[in-house]
């Protein structure tokens, strides 16, 4: 055990687990990060991935030391989302540089930027306030490319005194980028959705939407009691389970299946793919669980609509639909999917009483 | 992006004659719309813009203009949400991510 000082403790305040020990520049002390994660590292970034943890993952602002940097090492921007900050840290390993971290509320740097957090002005700031200028001796600062619809690089200048330049967009890319002089290739200024990615964002939507599972588990309940249940109890448990799996499967095809095989439905929108993959996977639940031809009929209706939805919804999740698209989108659809599911509940009611 | 269009739905728009060429587009765009054709920019791919306005923002001479939004179903849907005077309280553009 070290000593609380050795290990970065000052009287009421508790260095992270991650911070090595202290430099000491013209600005004075500056904490060093180790480029390895913890244990804790790993269970917390699964946590924020689940989505529990993903809005408290902060960290301090302010200007932070990786390696051996002295005054001609990189800056390199970066937002206070401790996720990022850790897969930069670790990434980075064996480069020594300095980390400028911005205040954007524990927001990643492409959503600070959508909200306009990662500012031009934040950025002028927190160099002011860190002393930048006497800790480099050079005047430039290496942004992520993703944080420009927020940054204005050519106003920081004036500013702050120091000159913006845009990074790679992907933290893997920026050892390539820093060992050739600052050289970006037209294949790091794109953004990529991969597979994994494209599922691991969906993951987040499972905790989302935990409230409206819950409320239409009940939904699902009550109309079966309003007849489709045959008036038992042990009928009304079928039926509901029945319509509840229709809900789940469209959840699952609209936040999952749709996501995995984007560009392989023929559609260009979100909510057309949904409809369509949903109309398919509904035969599971209405194979495995629907008792007459025309409940099985509601079902393929509303896992439709259901999948159609949550496709619909998975838009903010990509990083290429534009504002235009997804409005004209949800004014299309959204007639469709409530009268689709109205459809649904009415055939599955007055099934039941003919 | 070449694997995945969208609806081609932007507000886009470029002056080519107020470009000086500076080539800031070309940096920050997510989607490489513009491609520096000679001594200006040019914009090639108008359909894959996602209205990010980075391009409009890092354009010192004021060249590019688009109406900057995300694309975000969510957020649309809590944006017309929050014009309903009572649910202005609970409902605003900005509460997801």
Known sequence: ????????????????????????????????????????????????????????YRMAPGLYALGNPDQDSPVLVTCNFKLTFDTLRNKLAGRSCWLLVVETYGINVWCAAGKQSFSTEEVARRVR??????????????????????????????????????????????LEFL??????????????????????VALVEVYGVRRFLLGALLACFVLAALGPGGFTLTGIAGAGVGAFATVLTGFATGTFVVPALLARIPMRSFAAKGLLAGAVTAFLPAGLLAGTLVQAGAQILACSAFASWFAMNYTGSTPFTSLSGVDREMRLYMPVQGGLLLAAILIWLIGAWI | ????????????????????????????????????????????????????????????????????????????LYGWLAKVPVLRRVFSPDVCC
């Open chain 1, 1 to 56: 055990m070290l000593p609380p000082e050795a290990a970065g403790e000052q009287a009421g305040l508790r260095a992270w687990h991650f911070v090595q020990d202290w430099l000491s520049t013209a600005a004075g002390l500056v904490p060093r990060v180790s480029p390895k994660w913890q244990l804790s590292d790993y269970v917390r970034a699964a946590w924020v991935r689940l989505g529990p943890g993903r809005d408290s």
């Open chain 1, 129 to 174: 306030e860190t002393g930048l200028d006497r800790v480099v001796s050079h005047h430039t600062l290496i942004l992520p490319q993703l944080a420009g619809p927020s940054v204005a690089a050519y106003r920081l200048k004036k500013l702050c005194g120091f000159k913006g330049v845009f990074g790679p967009v992907r933290i893997e890319d920026l």
């Open chain 1, 179 to 200: 060992e050739s002089g600052m050289q970006v290739s037209r294949e790091m200024r794109l953004v990529r959705f991969p597979l994994p990615q494209r599922l691991e």
């Open chain 2, 1 to 76: 992006m070449q694997e995945f269009r969208y609806l081609e739905e932007s507000t886009l728009q470029y002056d080519p004659d107020k470009c000086i060429g500076c080539g800031n587009c070309l940096a920050v765009c997510p989607h490489q719309v513009f491609e520096l054709g000679g001594a200006k920019a040019e914009c090639r791919d108008r359909g894959a813009c996602m209205e990010c306005g980075a391009c409009a923002l890092n354009c010192p001479a004021g060249a590019i203009q688009v109406r900057q939004g995300v694309g975000c179903a969510e957020a649309v």
